[in-house]
């Protein structure tokens, strides 16, 4: 049974930094794309960030290039994103996703076929 559980969300300050985690269970990484997406209220979800083939192939939204990096640990079995410079925009509920592909890895929320409970982030002063 695939599991996502994701952790690292919190209130920073504008300019400040954040890591997120995505444990998953019941399968293997290299078997799977990873992806973040966020949720901000009364927007439609967004595709920030997501992994595949160990980290050969990585995708950003132009939003979030430059300040986001994603990365895995396939020994914990782990996917995070490491946000730095935090705007008020980035404010949302984050959660990460799994798609069974090594091929490629999207941006498309849709495509995503098991997902966490998500975690929220809140940039603010």
């Known amino acids: 049974q695939v599991q996502l559980v994701e952790s690292g969300g919190g209130l920073v300050q504008p300019g400040g930094s954040l890591r997120l985690s995505c444990a998953a269970s019941?399968?293997?990484?290299?078997?799977?794309?990873i992806a973040w997406i966020r949720q901000a209220p009364g927007k439609e979800r967004e595709g920030v960030s997501c992994?595949?083939?160990?980290?050969?192939?990585?995708y950003y939204a132009d939003s979030v290039k430059g300040r986001f990096t994603i990365s895995e640990d396939s020994a914990k079995n782990t996917v995070y994103l490491q946000m730095t410079n935090l705007k008020p925009e980035d404010t949302g509920v984050y959660y990460c996703?799994?798609?069974?592909?090594?091929?490629?890895?999207?941006?498309?929320?849709?495509?995503?076929?098991?997902w966490g409970q998500g975690t929220q982030v809140t940039v603010s002063s």
């Open positions: 996703a799994a798609k069974r592909t090594i091929l490629y890895c999207s941006g498309y929320p849709d495509e995503y076929e098991s």
């Open positions: 019941g399968f293997s990484l290299d078997r799977f794309a």
């Open positions: 992994i595949s083939q160990g980290g050969s192939i990585t």
